[in-house]
């Protein structure tokens, strides 16, 4: 039986690719600092190695301790506001670490990655639908750091293309990941919506939206929101491709295909919480554009991904995970 590695395997998207690969019957071991990821939710049986991955020698030793073939690359510093601050860090963690990830696999001989990308390697993209082949224009050391990182991937499977173990590898590219797949499971970003407006009420707050007179239907701002159970298993329907050696497109967007509002995610909230409130109106930020969506139709072609997502089950999943851990 095979064994893929997930690397930030005990972070929020990394836990649910996790559980995905092991409801498939694919065996798993995590590698995860826990700077941002949480021991509790990796399970008793994952193997769990706490190292950085820029430990080189610790990822080496797991990969050849376990017999990988794979891994499943999501470890990295995913704030792009922050990154403004800490551009330093932001490429140690995202290229550095990426770089000595690839270095640990050509030591321990795994020839496959599936690597998490970003839809901030497109910026602000001069069209409202965000294609593979929109010009990729980042505007944060962490955009620019995940398409140097696809880089550093590109370039190694051309350099070993003729060899005895050549790479295969994809990148997976995606906006804003929210919901759950599992009520122990949730995101405890400081800086991502969904935790940011379910905070603000339970501390008894009113969430605010930013700009209320963008070309809209409703005004507010539109962007991609996806589910992070339907984004674990496309991660693993890829992983199961490289090892199979199927052909795989080098970058893919996870997508909707059809974006959603401020306005929509505040409403469902008061929907599904049973917590009425109106929101704060704010001005717009700068920088803010109107709309992003993303169209995922090449990974619903090969990965099995599902372009829709309904708000309401999106929120309730979050919701349900936020106060069965409040209850604990």
Same mark, same amino acid.
């Given at each position: 039986?095979?064994?893929?590695?997930?690397?930030?395997?005990?972070?929020?998207?990394?836990?649910?690719?996790?559980?995905?690969?092991?409801?498939?019957?694919?065996?798993?071991?995590?590698?995860?600092?826990?700077?941002?990821?949480?021991?509790?939710?990796?399970?008793?049986?994952?193997?769990?190695?706490?190292?950085?991955?820029?430990?080189?020698?610790?990822?080496?030793?797991?990969?050849?301790?376990?017999?990988?073939?794979?891994?499943?690359?999501?470890?990295?510093?995913?704030?792009?506001?922050?990154?403004?601050?800490? *551009?330093?860090? !932001?490429?140690?963690?995202?290229?550095? %670490?990426? =770089?000595?990830?690839?270095? $640990?696999?050509? @030591? +321990?001989?795994?020839?496959?990655?599936?690597?998490?990308?970003?839809?901030?390697?497109?910026?602000?993209?001069?069209?409202?639908?965000?294609?593979?082949?929109?010009?990729?224009?980042?505007?944060?050391?962490?955009?620019?750091?995940?398409?140097?990182?696809?880089?550093?991937?590109?370039?190694?499977?051309?350099?070993?293309?003729?060899?005895?173990?050549?790479?295969?590898?994809?990148?997976?590219?995606?906006?804003?990941?929210?919901?759950?797949?599992?009520?122990?499971?949730?995101?405890?970003?400081?800086?991502?919506?969904?935790?940011?407006?379910?905070?603000?009420?339970?501390?008894?707050?009113?969430?605010?939206?930013?700009?209320?007179?963008?070309?809209? *239907?409703?005004? !507010?701002?539109?962007?991609?929101?996806? %589910?992070? =159970?339907?984004?674990?298993? $496309?991660?693993? @329907? +890829?992983?199961?491709?490289?090892?199979?050696?199927?052909?795989?497109?080098?970058?893919?967007?996870?997508?909707?295909?059809?974006?959603?509002?401020?306005?929509?995610?505040?409403?469902?909230?008061?929907?599904?919480?049973?917590?009425?409130?109106?929101?704060?109106?704010?001005?717009?930020?700068?920088?803010?554009?109107?709309?992003?969506?993303?169209?995922?139709?090449?990974?619903?072609?090969?990965?099995?991904?599902?372009?829709?997502?309904?708000?309401?089950?999106?929120?309730?999943?979050?919701?349900?995970?936020?106060?069965?851990?409040?209850?604990?």
């Amino acid at each position: 039986m095979s064994t893929w590695l997930v690397t930030g395997g005990a972070g929020y998207i990394g836990a649910h690719v996790v559980r995905a690969f092991r409801e498939v019957g694919t065996d798993v071991v995590v590698v995860d600092d826990l700077s941002s990821g949480h021991e509790e939710f990796v399970p008793d049986d994952v193997p769990f190695v706490r190292a950085s991955i820029l430990d080189e020698p610790a990822v080496t030793a797991a990969m050849t301790e376990h017999r990988v073939v794979g891994v499943v690359h999501l470890a990295g510093f995913k704030y792009a506001g922050v990154s403004v601050q800490r *551009p330093l860090h !932001t490429y140690e963690q995202n290229v550095t %670490g990426t =770089a000595r990830v690839l270095s $640990a696999m050509r @030591a +321990a001989g795994v020839p496959s990655i599936v690597f998490s990308s970003s839809a901030a390697v497109y910026g602000t993209p001069e069209t409202e639908h965000v294609i593979e082949k929109t010009p990729t224009m980042p505007e944060s050391p962490y955009g620019e750091s995940k398409l140097v990182g696809e880089w550093l991937i590109r370039d190694l499977a051309r350099a070993t293309a003729d060899s005895a173990t050549p790479l295969r590898c994809t990148a997976l590219r995606y906006f804003n990941v929210v919901g759950s797949g599992y009520v122990d499971i949730e995101d405890t970003s400081p800086h991502n919506l969904f935790p940011l407006v379910l905070d603000a009420l339970q501390e008894g707050r009113t969430p605010r939206i930013y700009g209320t007179d963008y070309p809209t *239907p409703d005004g !507010t701002c539109v962007r991609d929101y996806v %589910g992070v =159970a339907a984004l674990a298993r $496309a991660h693993v @329907a +890829a992983a199961a491709a490289l090892e199979s050696g199927l052909p795989l497109e080098p970058v893919y967007n996870l997508g909707s295909g059809d974006g959603i509002s401020v306005r929509q995610i505040m409403d469902a909230v008061a929907e599904v919480t049973g917590i009425a409130f109106e929101p704060e109106l704010a001005p717009r930020r700068p920088g803010d554009p109107a709309r992003i969506v993303a169209d995922g139709s090449l990974a619903a072609r090969d990965l099995d991904w599902t372009m829709n997502h309904d708000v309401r089950e999106l929120v309730r999943t979050a919701w349900a995970a936020r106060r069965a851990r409040d209850s604990r």
